[in-house]
């Protein structure tokens, strides 16, 4: 199912074209309607941003993988937000390890942490080593421990040399392709994903 938002951020700010793809159509539309969406059928190619919804659990189907792939030449800047994440069976590093195997290298600027049931509630900001505690929303941000630090450090270090190489604007040329943590109900994600979509808005400034 294909669908496509419009989003400003501000009554100047200029009007964003906005896919959201994915085969399980109650996903894409929980996206949609989260970034004020409305479904079309215009050319995915001629759209700003797309933003592919995967479900580790489900994987990923032809339909969606041939879609990613008719952006590459136009340089569409996509990003990937990872649903699924109350589900104990897939996590967000099977997701990944999905994308970089279907759609394309990515970068993760957000891994998610769990509290003692094993329930997704909080994510570490690469960038910062920062953590980010969606217990409330805005979300809470705290120290994170030494432990948390060690563990995260070579995804740091490979996030942050990818965005050196690909400098600060990457994301929005479509040469960087984030992949989110995101489950709409207990808010994780929903403001990394409007951040982005801010970077397009403010790319087309």
């Not at 009554?11 to 970034?35: M, W």
């Not at 769990?114 to 900001?125: K, S, Y």
Request: proline share 6%; with cysteine.
């Amino acid at each position: 199912m294909h669908t496509h938002s419009q989003i400003s951020t501000n009554s100047s700010a200029p009007e964003l074209k906005i896919r959201v793809i994915g085969h399980d159509p109650s996903q894409t539309a929980a996206v949609s309607r989260l970034y004020s969406a409305s479904v079309a059928k215009d050319n995915p190619s001629e759209c700003d941003l797309a933003i592919f919804v995967i479900d580790p659990s489900k994987g990923i189907d032809p339909a969606t993988i041939a879609t990613w792939e008719s952006l590459d030449e136009s340089m569409v800047p996509r990003l990937i937000a990872v649903v699924g994440l109350e589900n104990s069976q897939a996590d967000f590093d099977d997701a990944v390890l999905l994308a970089n195997r279907v759609f394309a290298p990515t970068v993760t600027p957000y891994l998610v942490l769990h509290d003692d049931a094993g329930v997704a509630c909080a994510l570490i900001r690469l960038e910062d080593m920062k953590i980010l505690d969606y217990k409330t929303f805005p979300p809470t941000i705290e120290e994170s421990e030494s432990e948390h630090q060690t563990l995260v450090a070579e995804f740091k270090t490979e996030y942050l040399e990818t965005i050196e190489v690909m400098g600060a604007d990457g994301f929005s040329a479509g040469l960087v392709f984030p992949a989110v943590p995101l489950w709409i109900e207990k808010k994780i994600g929903t403001d990394i994903i409007a951040g982005y979509i801010k970077q397009v808005v403010d790319a087309k400034i």
